[in-house]
């Protein structure tokens, strides 16, 4: 079992495994969300060296949309 911990505070969230998992700091309010790079980390019980962990302080639906992006309309 391994420690899941704030990507920003480091508080200690929880301890387990995981494949995919998102949960909110009571401390910092960030959003962390953690997931396995692959089952191969699962299945040979690996450190957190083949763990991903992306962390976020907003939800999707507060973010801006690249200026870049390009609308396509369907053809028929």
Same mark, same amino acid.
């Given at each position: 079992m391994q420690d899941i911990r #704030?990507? $920003? #505070?480091?508080?200690k969230l929880g301890e387990g495994e995981f494949i995919a998992l998102t949960i909110k #700091?009571?401390? #910092?309010k960030s959003m962390? =969300?953690?997931?396995?790079?692959?089952?191969e980390a699962e299945c040979h019980r690996a450190s957190l060296s083949g763990v991903?962990?992306? &962390?976020t302080d907003h939800s999707l639906? @507060? @973010? &801006?949309t690249s200026?870049? &992006? $390009?609308? =396509? !309309?369907?053809? !028929?």
């Open positions: #704030c990507g $920003t #505070c480091s508080k #700091c009571s401390r #910092c962390n =969300h953690l997931r396995a790079m692959s089952s991903n962990i992306e &962390q639906d @507060r @973010r &801006q200026s870049r &992006q $390009t609308y =396509h !309309p369907a053809v !028929p």
